[in-house]
């Protein structure tokens, strides 16, 4: 996993402060930094971008990199709030996601995927019609190009079993045919997905996948 900038600008602030240590609370005005100490935290102090110094950036990156594990509460958050949603199916959305990474895990998929398989729908969280990208969004900076897009483009994959009764077509997962994702979104889809909707199955708990849900997240590529 490539370090995101947040990891860079705390490794470049160090210098900044004495004893090379990062800059925190009363450290702040001996390491000449312009911010302003909040309950336990450092804030920059300026009102307005153009009016923002290099210093007060590298206290925002500071703060950003050291609050990076609310990404996985978060998304664990989101996760269990599909326990509200079925929308018709035998089961909620979130035993549909866990039964998803459930089987992606037992057929010996990567981390990433796994990952990818509990998440796959939390964008129903929000809004179901566009569900697939903002999921796919939420996990871009921790997983690879292609399961961001096996995410992305999952549904149309899944339209094989139900686009035909909306007036859609059964076959829109061929466009991407060629695509270097498209045997693993298949693989997804045909194995892991569409399957998923099994009250009978012995599903794992989302205990047993906020381990992987902190690793995955633990560090974000945002360029
Ligand atoms: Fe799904």
């Known amino acids: ?3 995101g900038i947040w990891n860079a600008l705390e490794v470049e602030l160090r210098p900044l402060t004495p004893g090379g240590g990062a800059a925190r609370g009363g450290d ?3 390491a000449g930094l312009a911010s302003g100490c909040h309950t336990g935290t450092m804030t920059a102090s300026f009102t307005r971008m153009d009016e923002s110094t290099h210093e007060q950036w590298m206290v925002i990156g500071q703060e950003t990199s050291a609050n990076q594990s609310r990404v996985a509460e978060r998304i664990l958050a989101m996760l269990a709030s599909l326990g509200e949603i079925s929308d018709g199916f035998v089961t909620d959305q979130l035993t549909h996601c866990l039964q998803t990474a459930t089987r992606a895990e037992r057929d ?4 990433e995927v796994v990952f990818a398989s509990l998440c796959h729908d939390i964008g129903k969280a929000v809004s179901v019609p566009n569900h697939p990208a903002i999921a796919a969004e939420i996990i871009r900076p921790y997983v690879s190009d292609d399961v961001y897009q096996m995410v992305r483009t999952h549904q149309d994959f899944q339209g094989k079993h139900y686009y035909a009764h909306f007036g859609g077509d059964p076959d829109a997962r061929d466009k991407y045919e060629g695509e270097s994702f498209f045997e693993l979104t298949a693989r997804f889809a045909d194995d892991w997905d569409q399957v998923a909707f099994d009250p009978g199955y012995d599903t794992l708990p989302l ?3 906020e381990p ?4 995955m997240t633990a560090k974000a590529r945002l360029f």
Do not use: K
């Not at 010996?108 to 981390?111: C, D, I, L």
């Not at 992987?212 to 690793?215: A, N």
């Open 108 to 111: 010996g998929a990567e981390p």
């Open 28 to 30: 702040r005005e001996s």
């Open 1 to 3: 996993m490539v370090t």
């Open 207 to 209: 205990e047993h996948f």
């Open 212 to 215: 992987l849900v902190r690793e």
